[in-house]
């Protein structure tokens, strides 16, 4: 394969996204090639950019749900894969031979930094270059688009939920409903929790009981948690915002469980916490063995993203619609390159 790759990469940090080409990776003996047909666009895409973790190299081509089709395989996996429909999240790759992976827990790979699909370039081009084991064969029901939202954010939520998940303890509230929000409402109920959406906004109470939320806390209203005081097994965070640690705290039952997908910022009085015996818990992507059980029980579930279509030429139109809180909820890019 010879024919340059074409992508959109942001050049230095906090750059808008331009026309970006580079030769095509030369595959190892367990790779894949895949071109793209769709590519999410994640809130943590934006945090790339901006370089917010200091973990980025630059010319960065963001893009880590990813949805294309085998076109050219390593020479230890079977060339009758080519053509087949297959999904990529954040890991393309893991070391193999560390602590974790040889747990199989290769999302806590000691490589991390080395581990992400935007490395060296990611989705938001042509096509990409991943190991063969994180490039997962998709439901043939699974739309495209749905599939490339489900592979970062639906992976996401699917794990914390399964893992915490207990008939003892069902009782869950699922604070923040955004991208990560409206699909934790989703899985949540199928898994058997009983559901209630916590948000700022009572404009997404509707959608919020659509979606699976018994109850609907707005918590722009005044003394909105009293009647939930003691109430809840489980806190399963998906804002980034600033929170009431306090009222989240005093919702929790005495052994209860905060469980964080997202980066808010913690602050707290601790009192709470040791005497109510509370846990503050995070929970990081998945596993590929998750990464398989979420993609069937999505399916089984007919659990779908509330999604936006737009053209790849568009990225910057799409980065400004997310960062204006805009999209509802996620954003998913389609390849349009010439």
Not at 73 to 95: M, P
Not at 124 to 141: K, R
Not at 226 to 239: A, K, N, Q, V
Request: net charge negative; glycine share 8%; charged share 20%.
């Amino acid at each position: 394969m010879s024919e340059q790759v074409k992508a959109f990469a942001a050049l230095t940090k906090g750059a808008k996204l331009t026309p970006f080409t580079f030769d095509p990776l030369p595959l190892k003996k367990n790779e894949l090639r895949v071109d793209i047909t769709h590519c999410g666009l994640c809130g943590s895409d934006i945090h790339a950019i901006e370089d917010d973790y200091s973990a980025f190299n630059f010319p960065f081509v963001p893009g880590h749900e990813v949805v294309g089709n085998i076109s050219e395989t390593g020479s230890d996996i079977s060339a009758s894969r080519i053509g087949e429909r297959v999904g990529i999240g954040w890991q393309a790759r893991s070391c193999g031979h560390c602590e974790w992976c040889l747990k199989g827990e290769v999302q806590l790979c000691l490589a991390v930094e080395d581990n992400g699909t935007w490395t060296p370039y990611g989705g938001f081009s042509t096509s990409i270059v991943v190991q063969d084991d994180f490039a997962y064969p998709l439901p043939e029901d699974l739309p495209s688009e749905d599939a490339a939202v489900l592979l970062c954010a639906g992976l996401t939520v699917f794990t914390a939920l399964s893992r915490y998940y207990s008939p003892a303890a069902p009782k869950i509230g699922i604070v923040g409903i955004g991208g990560l929000g409206h699909l934790a409402l989703q899985f949540a109920s199928a898994m058997g929790y009983e559901v209630t959406a916590i948000s700022t906004s009572s404009k997404k109470r509707e959608e919020a009981l659509a979606f699976g939320a018994s109850n609907f806390i707005d918590t722009s209203q005044t003394a909105a948690y009293r009647p939930f005081d003691g109430y809840f097994d489980r806190l399963l965070i998906t804002s980034q915002g600033n929170l009431d640690w306090d009222d989240l705290q005093d919702i929790l039952k005495r052994r209860g469980k905060i469980i964080l997908v997202a980066f808010p910022h913690i602050d707290l009085d601790p009192v709470d916490l040791v005497v109510h015996e509370l846990s503050i818990l995070g929970s990081f992507v998945g596993t590929p063995d998750e990464m398989r059980k979420m993609l069937t029980f999505a399916a089984q579930h007919k659990i779908a993203p509330m999604v936006e279509l737009m053209p790849m030429s568009q990225v910057n139109e799409a980065i400004k619609r997310v960062r204006q809180n805009k999209a509802r909820y996620r954003i998913v890019l389609v390849n349009d390159f010439k």
